[in-house]
């Protein structure tokens, strides 16, 4: 029964701590809920100082899936909806954008640049 016992706390201690695997999670994390400015700026400033890199670090569209939420504006509205902070609730949005919205599709771009003639067809 203890090894058991061990091996769960183990796994909710492993669990905890990947929740935070990236700056936008730690945001995510302890943002919600955040009664003012102040507070909301500390938070940021000790998720930048254990993810170095910053928001920059985590890949576009990282937290997609199908356990996840299918937008940043999905996910903005449910952790940011009973955030009191202006600034919290900015950071939730920055957050929840980067891990949730699509990544952007670039097309290459085969045009004549400005001030070029238009190739012509022979």
Do not use: W
Request: glycine letters at 12%.
């Amino acid at each position: 029964m203890i090894p058991r016992a061990l091996y769960l706390a183990a796994g909710l201690c492993v669990a905890g701590h990947a929740l935070a695997a990236n700056m936008a999670t730690c945001l995510l994390d302890k943002l919600p809920g955040t009664q003012n400015d102040v507070a909301a700026q500390a938070v940021f400033q000790v998720c930048s100082a254990e993810h170095q890199g910053g928001i920059q670090a985590v890949p576009q569209g990282d937290g997609r899936g199908m356990l996840g939420f299918k937008s940043g504006p999905e996910c903005t509205a449910k952790k940011a909806g009973d955030t009191r902070s202006n600034r919290a609730a900015e950071l939730i949005g920055v957050a929840c954008r980067r891990l949730y919205d699509e990544p952007m599709k670039l097309r290459p771009f085969n045009g004549p640049l400005d001030g070029e003639p238009a190739p012509t067809r022979q």
